[in-house]
């Protein structure tokens, strides 16, 4: 079956310090994949959609200088927290489908918490 | 605004019996895909079951399956033959064609499995 991997699992660093996320498809391609963010006890929210060799589209809200996405092949996709700040403290999760069209079935990541002190 | 609304915080099902969560959604779209995802404590996101708008069937995946009635906007998960292993948050999802995959979630309904 279609898996994403995402990296690091737990990340824990200062206030003020960028932190990279990775988000892998292993055994797929995949030209489009999404990030979102959950914070405990509640839904997920699509922060953006990272498309390959183009800019990301952000959802309203979310700030673009604040979370780079970079989609770089079609394996990858990097979400950077820049000057993250304790409110940044999350659990972001990405996505990809391994078919093209919609109503495919989103493979997710594990998921990455992040921990600002 | 196109919402979805999960109205149980928590359900509570003893094993072996049949736990039902709702979901109901508000759109003008005629077409649409419906998803259920489940969330155990390990965080990973995993599909249940899918459905799509047009198709009147409703979808069954074993132990899941879904009761969908489109005039009423609602998309309702059964659970039969409860085990332990389905504890876990449980989310209502849809995508729009206008939205390719991008997923938009309700609030979740925490189900708990009772030996």
């Known amino acids: 079956g279609a898996v994403v991997s995402q990296h690091p699992s737990w990340v824990i660093c200062k206030s003020g310090t960028s932190v990279k996320i990775e988000c892998r498809s292993l055994?797929?391609?995949?030209?489009?994949m999404f990030w979102y963010r959950q914070f405990p006890k509640q839904s997920l929210m699509l922060m953006a959609t990272?498309?390959?060799?183009?800019?990301?589209?952000?959802e309203q809200g979310v700030e673009k200088d604040k979370f780079l996405i970079n989609h770089a092949s079609l394996t990858l996709s990097t979400l950077t927290v820049t000057s993250a700040h304790p409110e940044d403290s999350s659990f972001y999760i990405c996505?990809?489908?391994?078919?093209?069209?919609?109503?495919?079935?989103?493979?997710f990541g594990d998921g990455t918490r992040l921990s600002i002190l | 605004a196109q919402t979805v609304t999960q109205s149980q915080p928590e359900m509570s099902v003893q094993e072996a019996e049949t736990v039902t969560l709702s979901c109901t959604y508000d759109t003008s779209e005629s077409d649409y895909y419906l998803f259920w995802y489940k969330q155990p404590p390990s965080r990973q996101m995993i599909l249940v079951i899918r459905q799509e708008a047009y198709k009147q069937q409703n979808a069954t995946e074993n132990r899941f399956s879904v009761n969908f009635q489109k005039a009423a906007k609602s998309f309702s998960l059964k659970i039969s033959d409860s085990q332990l292993g389905d504890a876990a948050m449980y989310f209502c999802a849809w995508e729009t064609t206008d939205s390719w995959g991008k997923l938009q979630f309700g609030a979740g309904t925490q189900v708990v499995v009772t030996p």
């Open positions: 990272s498309n390959e060799g183009s800019k990301a589209t952000y």
């Open positions: 996505s990809a489908s391994q078919g093209q069209g919609w109503g495919q079935p989103q493979h």
């Open positions: 055994d797929f391609q995949a030209t489009t």
